[in-house]
């Protein structure tokens, strides 16, 4: 077989123009990385979740003061787990979205900000306000 030389390797080259055949890379964008959540992510949605139903459940009561117990009972309420309701009550008093006081628990310290602390020492013992 003959090598082509001069203007016959010119057209074999434009023959075997392998640009029309191939396909363009450097157009392409890299794969998308796929997001997905971890189990310490996905446990913190569930938290997150169960605290707003609580909140929902607390708001929903209309009270602004009740007993401690009575608040864990209905924590443990947005579980599936009733044992659950301590950790949710602490994690509520923590975030300061209610306020324990002993054995009664402010349900409403947005609002109660308003009036001073004092005025439910009487209430203290769980009594609606």
């Not at 794969?31 to 959540?37: F, I, N």
């Not at 602004?64 to 009972?73: A, I, N």
Request: with cysteine.
């Amino acid at each position: 077989m003959q090598m082509p030389v001069g203007e016959s390797l010119i057209e074999k080259l434009r023959e075997i123009d392998g640009s029309k055949d191939r396909i363009r890379l450097d157009g392409l964008s890299p794969p998308e990385r796929e997001t997905s959540l971890t189990v310490a992510d996905t446990k913190k949605l569930l938290r997150a979740a169960q605290i707003e139903i609580v909140k929902s459940k607390l708001r929903e009561t209309g009270r602004s003061w009740m007993p401690y117990k009575e608040f864990v009972s209905v924590c443990g309420e947005a579980s599936s787990d009733p044992d659950l309701g301590s950790k949710i009550a602490k994690m509520l008093d923590d975030s300061a979205n209610v306020i324990v006081l002993g054995d009664s628990v402010c349900i409403r310290p947005d609002q109660e900000n308003q009036k001073p602390l004092c005025f439910y020492q009487s209430s203290i013992g769980g009594s609606q306000v």
